[in-house]
Each structure stands twice: as structure tokens, then as C-alpha cells.
């Protein structure tokens, strides 16, 4: 079979698809990314995926240029012949169902990894884009076979808001994560202590982190809030942030916002599961998210974390299993929840030991991996 991935970003594909794209060139079928060109468009190759480039405009809502974007998909696609076109996220997942089937492509698949920011906020123009979005996705998927979703919550709301039939429905939680590269024992106590030494960090002090994008949605103030609660109350815990600003996106975080707290910005790092490896208690308190791979991360390395009772989240945390499940937009709470795990070290242990048993259990690369391969096996 001939089989295409399409998504709006090459890094998105190559980061979160590359497992199911590898496992089906094993099993013999032709594998394609097609993407707009990026860092990572020239990566593919080296797996065996045919790269193959389209133009996008990921910001844009002016509908003539959109189509424009569904023609260059359309144009790149004809020719392949495809017997399953893979969508991934909004844009692609429109696009991409309009173009396969004017492409006459056998099979269409799109896949929900997240609902986006229009589906967070309340204003009007929020308001506004979210019920067009919503009348595309309908359309989009009257012609996909399936549509999978990354947590219950997201295939509930797309059920409810009759946006599909039930029976097009997969649940399939997460993108999965390399439970063998997020694992602390691989990790050298060298590479830690010379990690603090750099951040100036004392061998007796307690390690606070996290890791998105520096966006609000993320609940970058609520964490800024809390560590700010925190830090007076106990001075050996050090709150770390790991985030790039984004200028042209008006939700992002300013680098004066985020240089003027107690809160240590390290902007953009490399080296995620070092400073994972390093932390003491990992913190999220985004505000919707399909599953979000840092806590992935964070759980896969057995550590306790903290993070809000919203979607996506709470795929991964089972309050008080592996972590606390607080009020989303609450900076009390959330300093409330790290401060029962400053506070009990035996409890840190025995949650970070739980969440390793649930990625072990749920969320592993392979088992991901093996249920794409169940719904590809429909199809064929």
C-alpha cells in the first residue's frame, strides 16, 4: 500500500509519527511525509519516507489563500495514487479530507492530537472561528473512513456535537513515548551534577520544572504565580521554566514577563530528559491539551507531577496516583499540590514509581504504535 502522512509542520510528523511511519515501511507498504519544508524535511529520508513538500500558511484565515493551500496539497497528492491519506491536526485534517477526495485517494484518516486555542478562549472572535472550524471538521470528515482522537474528552466533544458518526470514532491515547530514551536510569549522575553546577543549583536544593511553550494557555502565569507563593515559604525549592517566546503569536509570553520572576528561564533547551532527570516534581498547568507529551516525559522518567484537571491532562495524572490534579487558572492550587510534594519526599518516590508504571502500561511507543497498525489493518 501506498500510505501519506500530512501535517501542517515536518517536525510534527517527524517527532510524534515517525514510529507508526517506520513500522509500516517494515511491513513493506510506501510511506510518504508530506509537509512544508523544515528543519526536519530532510530527516525522512534516512528511515526510508519519501519527503515531499507543500506550501502553507499556518496563521492565515483568509479563506482565498486557504484555498490556495488545498490545491498545492491536491497538486502534490494526485499523482501518488494513495491508499490512505493520514491527517494530522486542524488545518490538515480539512485540507487534507478535501484534497484526498478530490485526489480520489481510497482511504482518508484524520487524526484530533488537540483542539487549538479557539477552543480554550471565550471572546468573540474565538467564538466565531470555533463554530466555522467546527462546520469544516463535519464536512471534513464525511469523507475520512476514521477519525482518531487522542483523549476521550476531544472524540466525546466531536460525538456530542455531531461532527462525525460514533461508529468513525477511535480512541487512541497519545502519539506514545520512547519509554527506553525517557528512562532515569539511563540517565549518569555526571550528567545531573554538572547540569546543577551550570543552573546553580546546590546538591540540597529541591527542583521544580516545567516544560511547554511559552504561551498563557500553557498556565505559564499560574506557574509564575505559584512559584512566587512558593519560594517565600521554602527557599531551597528552585523553579525552573523551559520555553522559547514566539513574537508573532499574540497568546505568547513576553521575555520581560518571563525574566522577571524568581523563576529561572532557560528558554529553549536540547537536553529535556537531562533537565527532567534532574527535577524533583514536574508541573503543568495547561489549560486543554490533546495528551500532552511533556508529561509523558515527565511520568516516563518517575517523577510526581502536578498538573490541571483539564483535557489531556487528566489522561495522564490519576490524582493521587502519580500526581495532583488541580483547578485549572488557580494559582493557589496549583501551589497547594507542589507543596504537598515539597513537603513529603516518600510520597514524590511513590508517585514517580506509579507513573512510570502507567506509561509502561498505556502510553509506551510500541503499544501506540501497534494500535495505529489495528486500524491500518481494517482498512486493508
Not at 150 to 156: A, E, I, L, P
Not at 173 to 178: F, P
Amino acid at each position: 500500500m501506498k500510505i501519506a502522512f500530512l501535517s501542517h509542520l515536518d517536525l510534527n510528523l517527524y517527532l510524534f509519527r515517525l514510529p507508526i511511519m517506520v513500522e509500516l515501511i517494515k511491513r513493506g507498504h510506501t510511506v510518504y511525509a508530506v509537509c512544508p519544508r523544515g528543519e526536519k524535511f530532510d530527516e525522512f529520508k534516512k528511515y526510508g519516507v519519501i519527503a515531499l513538500e507543500y506550501k502553507i500558511l499556518r496563521k492565515s484565515l483568509n479563506p482565498f489563500k486557504e484555498l490556495k493551500t488545498i490545491r498545492n496539497i491536491y497538486h502534490v497528492i494526485k499523482p501518488l495514487e494513495l491508499d490512505i491519506l493520514h491527517n494530522f491536526t486542524v488545518k490538515p485534517n480539512i485540507y487534507g479530507s478535501i484534497s484526498g477526495h478530490l485526489a480520489k485517494v481510497k482511504t482518508v484518516v484524520n487524526s484530533v492530537t488537540g483542539m487549538g486555542s479557539f477552543f480554550i478562549q471565550e471572546s468573540a472572535k474565538a467564538k466565531t472561528v470555533r463554530g466555522v472550524i467546527e462546520k469544516l471538521y463535519k464536512e471534513a470528515n464525511k469523507k475520512a473512513s476514521y477519525v482518531i482522537f487522542q483523549n476521550s474528552d476531544d472524540m466525546k466533544y466531536f460525538i456530542d456535537k455531531s461532527l462525525l458518526k460514533k461508529e468513525q470514532a477511535v480512541l487512541i491515547k497519545s502519539s506514545g513515548i520512547d519509554s527506553q530514551k525517557f528512562d532515569i536510569t539511563k540517565i549518569e549522575d555526571k550528567k545531573i551534577n554538572n547540569l546543577k553546577n551550570e543552573l546553580g543549583i546546590k546538591q540540597d536544593e529541591l527542583v521544580i520544572l516545567m516544560v511547554a511553550r511559552a504561551i498563557w494557555d500553557k498556565g505559564v502565569k499560574e506557574y509564575y504565580e505559584s512559584a512566587k507563593i512558593l519560594s517565600e515559604k521554602f527557599p531551597h525549592a528552585k523553579f525552573l521554566y523551559v520555553g522559547d517566546t514566539d513574537d508573532g503569536n499574540h497568546s505568547c509570553a513576553n521575555a520581560e514577563f518571563l525574566s522577571s520572576s524568581n523563576v529561572i528561564w532557560l528558554g529553549h533547551r536540547d537536553d529535556i530528559p537531562e533537565l527532567t532527570a534532574l527535577s524533583d516534581i514536574y508541573v503543568l498547568p495547561s489549560y486543554r491539551e490533546g495528551v500532552p507529551r511533556t508529561l509523558l516525559e515527565a511520568a516516563s522518567m518517575s517523577k510526581p507531577i502536578v498538573t490541571t484537571d483539564a483535557v489531556g491532562c487528566r489522561e495522564v495524572v490519576e490524582d493521587a496516583y502519580n500526581g495532583f490534579l488541580v483547578k485549572v487558572k488557580d494559582s493557589n492550587d496549583l501551589a497547594c499540590g507542589v507543596e504537598k510534594l515539597i513537603e513529603d519526599a516518600s510520597l514524590r518516590e511513590i508517585m514517580g514509581k506509579n507513573g512510570r508504571i502507567k506509561v509502561l502500561k498505556e502510553f509506551d511507543v510500541a503499544i501506540v504504535v501497534s494500535k495505529y497498525m489495528e486500524v491500518y489493518e481494517k482498512i486493508i
